[in-house]
């Protein structure tokens, strides 16, 4: 059959504008193009309409969109932010050494944070699925949120900022540290991979590394820690988890029980009640639980009398026994 040449400048013109999505190459199957069809030899190409590509980072199969998506996710992060964040970050406690430099500073509370935006930008793709929360868990308090994710996923920063620390801690594994305007740092720890540097400034949803298992981590999951001057809060009590995006608001109160993983259980979500001025903030913390750690020679007379409580109300706090042996170090309840 012999095609017009018009007929055939349109197929090659249609096949170069198609060439970013076909692939080219001696692979069995494909399509064979001679130059009876189109009036000169383009080669072999595979058809792309049922067709996958390996993520290699992952070795995994992929959709042809979802490679589109991929490819664009990659050419935003490697070109230059527009409108770089033109902010003065706080310099006190600035240390490129250690997770956290604030270890000699005493934060009374409550106090207040500050933001000049009302949402964020999650710090993985996807829904976010949270394994385990702030609070009470069997191996030790948890001051952060821990969410799913494959080894090599991305994680981004949540709000714009400057990275303060990049580097491996005992526990977190390969850690970014990132300071925000408004003296607020978030942690993002178990990362498998490093892609900023120490006082890079990073746009909100710039990638900051790629999640992994790292330090004392069972299973691959990112480790998230919202703090202020050191002190660990309930992420769940700034950032909205449930897809909104949200930060609760522009000025929010910690209280002791929004920084106090005993005030809160690991496996479930918290009742998150913002609070949005100092009057209520004070209100609030003059009702939340009190706790006192058992010193050599307490008895729980002695506690009670100092709290002006009865032994019998301490053991109902606490659910103990009044012939239960107390240790050295131990937390009871005593409001």
């Known amino acids: 059959m012999t095609v017009n040449k018009p007929w055939g400048i349109f197929c090659s013109t249609c096949l170069v504008m198609l060439s970013p999505f076909l692939s080219f190459g001696q692979i069995k199957d494909s399509l064979s193009v001679d130059k009876d069809l189109f009036g000169e030899r383009i080669g072999k190409i595979i058809q792309e309409v049922n067709a996958f590509y390996q993520n290699k980072r992952k070795q995994e199969l992929i959709s042809?969109?979802?490679s589109l998506r991929f490819l664009e996710d990659i050419k935003e992060e490697r070109m230059p932010d527009k409108n770089p964040p033109r902010v003065d970050y706080s310099n006190d406690h600035w240390s490129s050494e250690k997770v956290n430099p604030y270890r000699d500073v005493k934060l009374s509370t409550p106090f207040k944070i500050e933001f000049n935006q009302n949402t964020f930008t999650p710090p993985v793709y996807g829904d976010m699925v949270i394994t385990s929360r702030f609070g009470k868990r069997r191996r030790g308090p948890h001051r952060g949120i821990d969410i799913d994710l494959v080894t090599g996923d991305k994680v981004r920063s949540v709000l714009e900022g400057k990275v303060r620390f990049v580097g491996y801690s005992r526990g977190h594994g390969k850690t970014v540290v990132v300071r925000h305007a408004n003296d607020i740092e978030t942690v993002y720890a178990h990362l498998s991979a490093y892609e900023v540097n120490v006082n890079d400034i990073v746009s909100e949803g710039q990638l900051l590394g790629l999640g992994g298992n790292t330090g004392n981590s069972r299973g691959s999951h990112?480790?998230?820690?919202?703090?202020?001057?050191?002190?660990c809060i309930h992420?769940?009590?700034v950032f909205n988890f449930d897809g909104s995006n949200a930060i609760r608001d522009t000025e929010l109160w910690v209280t002791n029980g929004w920084k106090d993983p005993r005030a809160h259980s690991s496996y479930r979500p918290s009742k998150v009640a913002?609070?949005?001025?100092?009057?209520?903030?004070?209100?609030?913390?003059?009702?939340?639980?009190?706790?006192y750690r058992v010193r050599k020679g307490d008895t729980l007379s002695h506690i009670g009398i100092k709290y002006g409580l009865s032994v019998r109300a301490?053991?109902?706090?606490?659910?103990?026994?009044?012939?239960?042996?107390?240790?050295?170090?131990?937390l009871l309840r005593v409001r």
């Open 274 to 291: 913002p609070l949005k001025n100092q009057k209520d903030a004070i209100t609030a913390q003059n009702n939340e639980p009190r706790y």
């Open 235 to 237: 992420p769940e009590y």
């Open 314 to 330: 301490i053991c109902k706090l606490n659910g103990i026994s009044q012939k239960s042996t107390l240790r050295i170090g131990q």
């Open 222 to 231: 990112l480790h998230l820690e919202v703090r202020y001057k050191g002190v």
């Open 64 to 66: 042809s969109s979802e």
